[in-house]
Structures are given as C-alpha cells and as structure tokens.
C-alpha cells in the first residue's frame, strides 16, 4: 500500500526566504507526483506534475524535483512571500487505476 | 474553460433529510472524482467514473450515492448521514489515463445537525 509522507508538518518563515518542502513515497512505482496549495476550507490548486520520467517541472518561483527511485520529491519556493501561506500537498499517482494518494500536507506561514 | 464547478459551496442538512451535490466540467475529461476531506487531513478518495462508468468504490457507506448523468457532470446524493460525515466534499476531474494531472473544485462544505 502506498503511503505518503511530508516533512515538516507546519513551518513559517520571514518573508523574502528560499525554502524547501518534502514529500517521500514508499513504493516507487508511481506513474506521476503532484504539488497542490490548498488554502484554508477552498480546494485544491494545481501547482505542477511530474511525469516519472521527469526530474523537474518548474513554474515561475516553483521549482518540483522527482527522485523517483530514493521515493522523494521536493518543492522549492524563491523569494517567498506573505501570499504563499497555504497548506502544500503532494499526491502520488500509483495502481492499477488513476488513483492519488495524498502526503499529510505542510502547513507554511510566511511572515512579514 | 479549464475549471471543475461545484455547488453548492455550503450545505447544511438534517439527518433525516436528502441532499444532492453537483460537479461539472467542460474540459472533456473523461475521469471524474469524489474525495472526502476531514479538518486537517488529506483529502480520501470515495469514488471513480470512468466514460460515465463507476470504476472505483472504496467502501463508501451506501448513504452516499454517486451519479454520473453524462461526461460533464457529476452528482453526489446524500440521504441519512450522520454528523461525522461533516466534511469538505471535493470534485476532480482529469483526463483518462495515468499520465495526466488531476483539476480539483473548490469543494463543498457539507455539515449535518
């Protein structure tokens, strides 16, 4: 059974910081990864998918890299600001069926 | 048109009471999704229509009762729920295939006295 983890769990950071969110999976054998934003009680935000065959998807201050054989995945925020506070999720696309499973999330707060 | 539409955005309703919430897209999707969302937790998936067919029921309580009338829509009926089922409803849709990314709805909030 595919199990999905995100570390860390809450972070807040000043504004203007470069940071890093991680998503590790247990079974490698994923078809592809994606990043979402979900904002307190709205949906969820499409920020970018990787293919497996993909190392990298970059989308303005997003950069997501795939590291399909360790299991692993990172977001990487530039220049963060008080508008990327959010809850950020990883979903991994596995079986035999289109199917997500979704990491715990990361609760991030960028303070001015 | 690159959304998936979802009312009503608030729900409430009695447990004795029969409501139905609605999705749409018209992105051509041939995929679409219910998942169940609790307060701080990831969303859990319910069900999966496949070209209008349902594909994937994980076990859902028969209380709810998905429905898909054609390619674009999506319904969920609900009837005798019970307070834990107070949650965030999302609807997804993607392209058939696993190699395409999934378009959320910005959900339902659905809670029940």
């Given at each position: 059974?595919?199990?999905?983890?995100?570390?860390?769990?809450?972070?807040?950071?000043?504004?203007?910081?470069?940071?890093?969110?991680?998503?590790?999976?247990?079974?490698?054998?994923?078809?592809?990864?994606?990043?979402?934003?979900?904002?307190?009680?709205?949906?969820?935000?499409?920020?970018?998918?990787?293919?497996?065959?993909?190392?990298?998807?970059?989308?303005?201050?997003?950069?997501?890299?795939?590291?399909?054989?360790?299991?692993?995945?990172?977001?990487?925020?530039?220049?963060?600001?008080?508008?990327?506070?959010?809850?950020?999720?990883?979903?991994?696309?596995?079986?035999?069926?289109?199917?997500?499973?979704?990491?715990?999330?990361?609760?991030?707060?960028?303070?001015? | 048109?690159?959304?998936?539409?979802?009312?009503?955005?608030?729900?409430?309703?009695?447990?004795?009471?029969?409501?139905?919430?609605?999705?749409?897209?018209?992105?051509?999707?041939?995929?679409?999704?219910w998942y169940k969302q609790k307060a701080k937790k990831p969303p859990e998936l319910m069900f999966v229509y496949s070209y209008e067919k349902l594909s994937i029921n994980e076990s859902v309580p028969s209380r709810f009762s998905p429905e898909c009338p054609n390619s674009s829509l999506l319904n969920l009926h609900l009837h005798a729920l019970q307070p834990e089922d107070s949650a965030l409803y999302l609807c997804a849709s993607?392209?058939?295939?696993?190699?395409?990314?999934?378009?959320?709805?910005?959900?339902?909030?659905?809670?029940?006295?």
């Amino acid at each position: 059974k595919q199990e999905v983890t995100q570390i860390p769990a809450a972070l807040s950071v000043p504004e203007g910081e470069n940071l890093v969110l991680n998503c590790s999976f247990t079974d490698s054998a994923i078809y592809n990864l994606q990043w979402f934003r979900q904002d307190p009680g709205k949906g969820l935000t499409s920020l970018l998918l990787i293919q497996s065959s993909q190392r990298e998807q970059t989308s303005g201050r997003l950069n997501a890299s795939l590291d399909k054989s360790s299991g692993r995945s990172t977001l990487y925020i530039a220049a963060s600001q008080p508008g990327d506070s959010a809850t950020y999720l990883c979903a991994v696309n596995t079986g035999t069926a289109s199917k997500l499973t979704f990491g715990t999330g990361t609760r991030l707060q960028v303070t001015l | 048109d690159t959304e998936v539409t979802q009312t009503p955005k608030h729900l409430v309703m009695g447990m004795t009471n029969k409501k139905s919430l609605k999705c749409e897209q018209h992105m051509g999707h041939r995929a679409m999704y219910w998942y169940k969302q609790k307060a701080k937790k990831p969303p859990e998936l319910m069900f999966v229509y496949s070209y209008e067919k349902l594909s994937i029921n994980e076990s859902v309580p028969s209380r709810f009762s998905p429905e898909c009338p054609n390619s674009s829509l999506l319904n969920l009926h609900l009837h005798a729920l019970q307070p834990e089922d107070s949650a965030l409803y999302l609807c997804a849709s993607s392209q058939e295939g696993r190699n395409y990314g999934y378009t959320f709805g910005s959900g339902t909030r659905l809670t029940v006295v």
